[in-house]
């Protein structure tokens, strides 16, 4: 059974404006590692933020882990979003707050409100988050301030704040893209190794096509908000990837 | 994974370290709640005269008072409102008036002689800021009579500061360029002023004034509590003759023409910027 | 274009002209300007300001400083009664900018209209609170408290409370308007409910220009609270009506200094603190 499925999603952002997403369906299955690629303005973006529901769809279905997203209320929301770890391209770690509590921030879906206010994690969540540090090869900027960090260090902060999520699925917003060319291959194969060690789907947004047909194992191409391309890697060539990036101007 | 066997003590460490962050977080806490305290002691557990006060059933009642509305009385505001609005614009066109040798000897770029003028702008500006439009406004009624024209100069001498202040600055960071293209052609320095700087500093001054206008409106409104008319005047009566109700259909009224001030300044605004 | 250095401008172009005055565009702008000639000549004389006697009056406030106000009665100022004052409008204008402020940050949060958790229900209601705390003059909310509760200083703290409020809730609103949204959406992706989100995603943001507009509130609180009292609010602001009251112009003179000395001294403390936070960010 896939962990999840995506059916005939749309979405508009005003009720005048362009249709962003014109019915898109695709499965993501347990051991994923899935790409969304397409030229800028796709609307893979918007895709990635339907699933946790970050963006709100104008109709369509989205099951994840067997619940239909779309009609979740709040507290079921946030309960399908505890479960699905997110990295974004800005990172969007808390620049002012340590690493520490930066990852930390992963476990906020399972602590309660006065906890979280004075900040008093559980013992548990603190070694977790050393140990999700070390596997992220931070383990010497715990105390350090986000802000602090390179690009890639951050990226990792990132990774690791999905991590403490104890996700069920990754969503990953085009993870490599703000960071140099050899920086975006190490966080890539960082996160294929993780991905693989913690047993978890992967469904990444990405614009470098390389990256994709080098670390993902399926693939769907998206070209103005209409699905061109759904299959495994290795049925993906050349003539395909120029239909999909046909109205790219290079 | 090999990181574990350390882990407890790497915890501890890390916890203990949390933990000095927070005894001195701890102690500022400490002496804000201590300020507190002592505070609240003598402002407001000595000095309030709890008899009088009665219960909270009374207090209630008290304010209870304020609601019942006097709607009866909107109609007679309409010209106490006129004549705050129009303080306000007099004081506030005054105020850009007199502001002028501020701006001029307050700008370090165009000071004329820095070491004498540039000080005493700033103390224009700074006496202007630090006394309350109250204060102002007791200051010129004794000076010039009950009425009007004190109000109008309280405001204006209270204006002065913020409109000079800004101006200052926007002057002091123009582009230089255009000075001198304008003396390269030949101007003079009241041309040089007229074509070059004033163009560049319009619009924030513009928008500065129309910004102090609109917290001048607010300002007159009550100067009538101390002599200078206008909707303070209305407040003042109402108060005195025990007429709660008609004391907050003046405090909606003075809502509403704050209300209006906003507008009027977001139209302006946008047919000039 | 001039290729002939002999040729005048106009002979080279004689059927092209430019005029200031553009119909209707400058209509307006001329209209407007006319319109607000007109409204403040007829404020003038609504307000019956004498503008002939306008300029003599600058020589008669010459001398009435001269004559009445000086030399100020520097002595009546240095009175313990009076200091005692002045330490009460300190704490006045501390309590006041202390509970203004625990007001403040979640009317600033529920009226930032990025993050405000509904904007059909809170945010408007969170706006108008704030802009009615505002509106309404500090003297006002004076007046009102001194009325409900008698004079005293609790009627300046809750005074200076309001104004606290509206002056650094519209200021908090606006600064988280301008955060980066980014780590919002990440906190809300892990699952946290809107207060885990302020705490995480906002707070962390806007700590350091609240810590500065909370230093600047309580410098704006302390000049608000010089003259509460002169409606009975405690403080300072009642020695000053005492003695504008009985015509004692000097000591008048002597407390009004002592305000500008001591908000000159409020003011320098809370730029350099401002300075020194901006620094620490």
Not at chain 1, 64 to 80: F, K, T
Not at chain 3, 136 to 141: L, N, R
Not at chain 3, 214 to 220: F, Q
């Amino acid at each position: 059974m896939p962990i999840l499925s995506v059916s005939d999603l749309k979405v508009r952002y005003s009720t005048s404006g362009p249709e962003i997403l014109k019915g898109i369906s695709f499965d993501v299955e347990p051991d994923d590692f899935f790409a969304i690629i397409g030229p800028s303005g796709a609307g893979k973006s918007t895709l990635i933020r339907c699933i946790n529901r970050l963006v709100k769809p104008t109709s369509g279905k989205i099951m994840l882990y067997g619940d239909d997203v779309l009609r979740l209320g709040a507290r079921e929301l946030r309960r399908v979003r505890r479960s699905t770890g997110m990295i974004f391209q800005e990172f969007n770690l808390v620049n002012r707050m340590s690493v520490m509590d930066n990852v930390l921030s992963g476990r906020l879906g399972h602590v309660g409100n006065l906890r979280a206010l004075f900040r008093q994690f559980s013992r548990q969540d603190i070694a977790r988050a050393l140990s999700v540090l070390d596997r992220v090869g931070l383990s010497d900027h715990v105390d350090k301030r986000a802000d602090e960090l390179s690009g890639g260090q951050r990226q990792r902060v990132g990774i690791a704040r999905a991590l403490m999520q104890d996700p069920k699925l990754l969503l990953l917003d085009e993870p490599t893209s703000s960071l140099d060319p050899k920086i975006s291959r190490e966080v890539m194969a960082l996160i294929v190794e993780i991905a693989k060690e913690y047993r978890v789907p992967v469904l990444c947004n990405i614009h470098d096509v390389k990256l994709a047909m080098e670390f993902c194992n399926k693939m769907i191409g998206l070209q103005d908000g209409v699905k061109m391309f759904d299959g495994p890697t290795s049925a993906m060539n050349e003539g395909k990837l120029n239909d999909i990036y046909a109205m790219e101007v290079l | 994974m090999t990181a574990v066997p350390h882990m407890d003590q790497r915890l501890d460490a890390f916890l203990a370290g949390r933990r000095r962050g927070k005894t001195t977080r701890t102690l500022i806490y400490l002496v804000i709640a201590l300020l507190v305290i002592w505070s609240v002691k003598t402002t407001i557990v000595d000095d309030t005269d709890w008899e009088r006060l009665g219960s909270v059933s009374d207090v209630l009642a008290s304010i209870g008072n304020f609601l019942a509305i006097d709607w009866g009385l909107m109609p007679d505001l309409w010209q106490p409102a006129l004549e705050t609005i129009m303080v306000a614009t007099l004081g506030t066109v005054l105020g850009v008036i007199s502001c002028i040798p501020a701006i001029w000897f307050g700008a370090l770029n165009i000071s004329p002689f820095p070491p004498i003028t540039y000080p005493i702008a700033r103390l224009m500006m700074t006496l202007s800021r630090s006394i309350h439009e109250i204060v102002w406004a007791l200051f010129f009624v004794a000076a010039v009579g009950l009425g009007a024209l004190a109000g109008v100069l309280a405001i204006a001498v209270r204006s002065i500061g913020f409109i000079a202040k800004m101006s200052a600055e926007a002057i002091e960071d123009l582009d230089p360029r255009p000075v001198e293209a304008i003396r390269a052609v030949g101007g003079n320095e009241f041309q040089v002023f007229i074509y070059a700087i004033l163009p560049q500093v319009l619009p924030v001054m513009v928008g500065v004034i129309i910004f102090e206008w609109e917290i001048n409106i607010r300002r007159s409104s009550v100067l009538g509590l101390v002599g200078a008319g206008g909707l303070g005047l209305v407040f003042f009566r109402q108060l005195n003759t025990f007429n709660e109700g008609g004391v907050t259909a003046v405090i909606l009224a003075i809502l509403l023409l704050i209300l209006f001030g906003e507008l009027v300044s977001y139209f302006v605004r946008k047919a000039i910027i | 274009m001039a290729s002939q250095d002999t040729l005048s401008v106009s002979e080279v172009t004689p059927e092209r002209t430019w005029r200031r005055f553009k119909f209707p565009g400058s209509l307006y702008r001329y209209l407007g300007l006319l319109a607000a000639v007109a409204f403040l000549s007829l404020s003038v004389n609504y307000l019956n300001i004498p503008l002939d006697r306008f300029l003599g009056m600058f020589g008669r406030v010459g001398d009435l400083i001269t004559d009445r106000y000086y030399p100020p009665d520097i002595e009546y100022v240095t009175d313990p009664d009076y200091i005692a004052s002045v330490i009460e409008t300190i704490q006045m204008a501390y309590l006041g900018a202390l509970f203004g402020m625990l007001a403040a940050v979640p009317l600033g949060w529920f009226g930032a209209y990025n993050v405000s958790p509904s904007r059909r229900f809170i945010y408007p209601i969170a706006r108008l609170l704030t802009m009615s705390a505002r509106a309404v003059h500090e003297t006002i909310w004076a007046i009102l408290f001194v009325t409900i509760l008698g004079f005293g200083m609790m009627a300046g703290v809750f005074a200076l409370t309001m104004f606290c409020i509206g002056f650094a809730g519209k200021l908090f609103a606006e600064e988280i308007e301008a955060i980066d949204m980014g780590p919002v959406e990440a906190i809300r992706a892990t699952g946290a409910n809107e207060f885990k989100v302020m705490v995480y995603g906002i707070f962390p943001q806007v700590r350091v220009a609240f810590t500065g507009i909370g230093i600047y509130t309580w410098d704006v609180a302390f000049r608000a609270a010089t003259v509460v009292g002169f409606f009975g609010a405690g403080g300072m602001g009642w020695y000053l009506k005492r003695n504008v009251l009985q015509i004692e112009t000097q000591r008048v003179a002597a407390i009004l200094l002592s305000i500008v000395v001591l908000v000159l001294i409020s003011e320098a403390i809370s730029a350099f603190a401002r300075a020194k936070v901006a620094k620490a960010k």
